[in-house]
């Protein structure tokens, strides 16, 4: 059993976010979707797709719970379903699925009663290489004075080239065994990774980030240190999604918590005994879906933000403002109809 103290981590979490209401009593359901167990690097690729986020989320409220039911009738379900799933609400991309009249009863349902959504997800990519600037920024004194914003800044521009030079970002990845770079490699590994700059950094978008990276990387060499990116295991990315789970338990203490079965997450979370000082908090469950209809209508919740995150990884600037360009005059004209 693993002692899990969260009084400093929910303090720290809570002057983050000083108008967030951690501390009422509400309700949550969650659903999962992309959940990809762990994540890992292999010779020509990954083990999973990169572009599919890993979205944990559902619904919640606060108070009694609303009568879903009328809304499941709505959805028209053949006889041999024994569960609400987002299949049987839309299908194809995100865009093909809004428009699904039984996705638009969802959303309208949410809209007009006591309901409420919630989520995180997580672009499993960008996790993978966020460790990668933390470990340059511990070797800079003067990168540590910049605070989160220039960090942040450093891991989106890392993340984009990364994105654009994906298949070289793998191949420097197997052949260094990262997250579990050697002390000898240190250099090379640095010396490859910012070879990749070279096609962008001179450009207005990429400039300000990956400069500043590459200078603040030339200290880690002077030490021959990445602490984040060493001592790891070879080649494992992500080694499980227990954290994620474990994060909204203690951040909303005095809520309810009710979570799709997942056996090996739920084996992992019994390790860990959540203490507020000499009080131990067991305010979560896992349960059945069929037995929950708020986690069967999660899922719908869940499916959808999945469709998002694939739909916003996999298109660019230009397609997304065009896109939502089109679905604008769209609702506008329904509007109009339903006006006359």
Sequence with gaps: MIDYEIGEIRMFTKMLAPTADFDSAYTFYYDETNNIKKFYVRENDFNYTFTANFVLGGLVYLGQAPNVQPLIDSFKLQKTATEVKFKHIASGDFLDCLKSEKLKLFLQFLRYNDLYVHYSSLNILYWSLVDIVDSAIVSSEVAQQLGPQFSNHLKNDLYKLSRLEINSVIELFYKYKYPNIKSDSVLPFIEELTSLFDGYIDTQEYHLGLESLRQILKDAKKKGSLPFIQFEDDYILLKDLSHFYLRPIYLFKNSTHIFDNEDSISDTIKEYKILDGEDEIKNYTFVDSKTEKLIQ????????????????????????????????????????????
Aim: positive net charge; hydrophobic residues 35%; charged residues 25%.
């Design 297 to 340: 209508l999660s899922d719908i919740f869940v499916g959808l933000m999945g469709k998002l995150t694939n739909y916003l990884n996999t298109s660019s600037r230009e397609k997304i403002g065009n896109d939502f360009q089109t679905l604008t005059a769209k609702i506008g004209r329904a509007s109009c109809r339903e006006r006359v």
